[in-house]
């Protein structure tokens, strides 16, 4: 059974740096696009950043110039580095992967982490 499992979360003030790291696991074959979403209290979950097998990212325009997404292939793990932290990034952050394994018969499913909280204080 797949699993993506984050890491990471915690409290800090505004200004200070936080990194995620989400680790897939379970008979993979392969994992096509890696990312991060985010949902605050009482706010729709929201794309903050993805990244391809290739490598080719993307970002949400409020965390651009702030956040970093990256990926490490062999490890199945995809990191989301958060840097000038602000009190509007407080949220519960979940990773989500398009993966192939042997369980889905190597079709390509979407999977999603249970969240990650992260909360920035003023």
């Known amino acids: 059974q797949v699993q993506l499992v984050e890491s990471g979360g915690g409290l800090v003030q505004a200004g200070g740096s936080l990194r995620l790291s989400c680790a897939a696991s379970?008979?993979?074959?392969?994992?096509?696009?890696m990312g991060w979403y985010r949902q605050a209290p009482g706010k729709q979950r929201e794309l903050v950043a993805a990244?391809?097998?290739?490598?080719?990212?993307n970002y949400a325009d409020s965390v651009k110039g702030r956040f970093t997404i990256s990926r490490d292939n062999a490890k199945n793990t995809v990191y989301l580095q958060m840097n000038s932290l602000k009190p509007e990034d407080t949220a519960i952050y979940y990773c989500?992967?398009?993966?192939?394994?042997?369980?889905?018969?190597?079709?390509?499913?979407?999977?999603w982490g249970k969240g990650a909280l992260v909360t920035v204080s003023s």
């Open positions: 379970g008979n993979i074959v392969s994992i096509n696009a």
């Open positions: 989500n992967a398009d993966i192939k394994s042997i369980a889905s018969m190597m079709l390509l499913v979407n999977y």
């Open positions: 990244i391809t097998s290739g490598g080719s990212t």
